[in-house]
């Protein structure tokens, strides 16, 4: 079982950085690989960025390719998502998720275990 908590949205003007954090309780977090999803209003969650349970492997939604950086922290058990270059269209409910999965999907049912979300707001 793995439960997850994630802090530091809030909301920011275009052209900020932020950073997401997801601390991970369990004892599978280091074999677990994890992903960031998003849901705008009426909108569907979609995928943002995933992680390989080492950190070796990272894969982007082609939308915040360049522009954000997903690492982990196994001795923390933490995962973060560091924004660049933040747009108005970035505005959404992020998501942090494990799998116990050893491929870094892109779909959202292939995620075991999510957080409840945390706001992210950018202002033109």
């Known amino acids: 079982q793995v439960q997850l908590v994630e802090s530091g949205g809030g909301s920011m003007q275009a052209g900020d950085s932020l950073r997401l954090s997801c601390e991970a309780s369990?004892?599978?977090?280091?074999?677990?690989?994890m992903g960031w999803f998003r849901q705008a209003p009426g909108k569907e969650r979609e995928f943002v960025s995933a992680?390989?349970?080492?950190?070796?492997?990272?894969k982007y939604a082609d939308s915040v390719k360049g522009r954000f950086t997903i690492s982990r922290d196994n001795v923390k058990n933490t995962v973060y998502l560091h924004m660049n270059s933040l747009k108005p269209e970035d505005t959404a409910v992020y998501y942090c998720?494990?799998?116990?999965?050893?491929?870094?999907?892109?779909?959202?049912?292939?995620?075991?275990?999510w957080g409840q979300g945390t706001q992210v707001t950018v202002s033109s």
């Open positions: 992680i390989s349970w080492s950190g070796g492997i990272t």
């Open positions: 998720a494990a799998s116990t999965s050893t491929a870094l999907f892109t779909a959202a049912n292939m995620y075991n275990y």
């Open positions: 369990g004892r599978t977090f280091s074999r677990n690989v």
